[in-house]
Each structure stands twice: as C-alpha cells, then as structure tokens.
C-alpha cells in the first residue's frame, strides 16, 4: 500500500499523559500536513512541513503540541498533559511537488482522552 | 473570515435516488474548490478539484458544479448507493501554500 498511513489508528490515554502519533506519506511528497477533525466538524489545519522545515503552525497548536518531520519523510506529532477537550481524529495528509494540487490524506489516529 | 458552509447538514435518500449538497464559501484569495468523501473513521478521499475557470466536473455518478461569481458550489449524486453513505466535505484551497478551509459537510445517509 503507497498511501498515507498513520499510527496507532486508535489511542486512549488518561488526562495529562503525553501522546505520540506517527505520519508516514506518500514517497517522495515533500509536503505534509496534520489536521484535527472533532466529531461533525470538518478538519481544521494544525501546521504543515516542507521537507523538514515547519513552515506553518495554526493558532490552533498550543504550547503542548509540537510536531517534527527531522528527515523530511516521517512525522510525528506529540501533545503533552493532554486534555479531555483533545479528544478528536487527527488526520495527516501529503502531497507532491511545487503546485501541491492534491492532498492525500491518511486513514486518521483517533485520540480519546479519559 | 473565511468561512465555508455546507448545506443540508444531514440527508437520508433512498436507494437509486438521485440528491444534491450544496456549499457557499467566502474565501479570499480563492485557488480551487474540492468536494471530499469521508466514510466514518476513514481520511477524505478526493472526488472533485474545480478551478476559477471550471464550471461542471464529473467522476462517474458525482457531478460537481462551480459557481464563481455566487460564491456557490454543488455536489450531484445520481443514483444513489449504499456505498455513498458517508460525509461529503466542501474544500476551498487559499492561498499559494495549498491551505485548504474545510466544511463542516454533509452526511448523508443512503437506505436500501
């Protein structure tokens, strides 16, 4: 499979635990994005990368995330002490090239905090 | 703001049936618009990208329509499917960087 696959599809953790989630893309997409999707919402962007560099971050990301791709291919998103209100699907998506035309999202990690 | 709205926010049809979401968007700079299926707990999967230029883009039975000047997108589903069941998410791309102002979508719900 050469889709966008991300880990662990499913995560309950208690309040003020930390978290790790993992994105892989799609080979060779420079561009990675994550988004969080509460239930009957649409995703809202959280940052994305360019290679390895995080080129923007939402007002969204508060101190607690933070999100890294340090080979330009793999990225992970961490939460720190996490809360109820995280609870949500946090989705990754990449895409290829300059014109970045199609995103390709990812099954999702669904987060639930106890 | 940029906003994007999406309407009806539920639907139930019956097989066979044809039905049509609707999507108003108030987004500046506007590159392109997509219409995103999303079965529950799964990504959105693509079904549509449509430019300034395009008024009318089909992919198979979905056909989704563009309306610059109104501000105004639609998704048509003709004969309808179980498989259809699922969320049907609006996307406006802003910008050069490929950031994308989601609806909050429609889901719709396809009965035998």
């Known amino acids: 499979d050469t889709g966008v696959s991300q880990d662990p599809r499913h995560k309950i953790t208690k309040r003020g635990q930390n978290v790790t989630f993992r994105c892989d893309p799609i080979?060779?997409?420079?561009?990675l994005y994550w988004y969080r999707q509460t239930l009957g919402q649409g995703p809202e962007f959280l940052t994305y990368?360019?290679?390895?560099?995080?080129?923007?971050k939402s007002r969204l990301l508060s101190d607690r995330f933070s999100a890294e791709r340090p080979k330009g291919s793999f990225s992970t998103l961490e939460i720190q002490r996490t809360e109820q209100g995280d609870s949500a699907m946090y989705l990754c998506?990449?895409?290829?090239?300059?014109?970045?035309?199609?995103?390709?999202f990812g099954p999702g990690t669904r987060l639930t905090v106890t | 703001k940029n906003q994007v709205e999406q309407s009806p926010q539920s639907l139930i049809i019956l097989e066979g049936k044809n039905c049509t979401l609707q999507?108003?968007?108030?987004?500046?700079?506007?590159?392109?618009l997509r219409w995103y299926k999303q079965d529950t707990g799964r990504g959105p999967v693509s079904l549509t990208i449509?430019?300034?230029?395009?008024n009318t883009k089909s992919n198979g039975r979905y056909t989704a329509t563009l309306d610059a000047d109104t501000k105004q997108s639609s998704l048509h589903i003709t004969a309808s499917q179980l498989s259809d069941s699922a969320s049907y998410i609006c996307?406006?791309?802003?910008?050069?960087?490929?950031?994308?102002?989601f609806g909050a979508g429609t889901r719709l719900a396809v009965h035998p």
């Open positions: 998506a990449s895409s290829e090239g300059l014109a970045a035309y199609e995103q390709y």
């Open positions: 080979s060779e997409h420079n561009r």
């Open positions: 990368f360019q290679n390895e560099a995080q080129l923007e």
């Open positions: 999507c108003n968007y108030t987004v500046s700079p506007f590159s392109n």
């Open positions: 449509m430019t300034f230029s395009e």
């Open positions: 996307v406006v791309r802003s910008g050069g960087y490929n950031k994308l102002i």
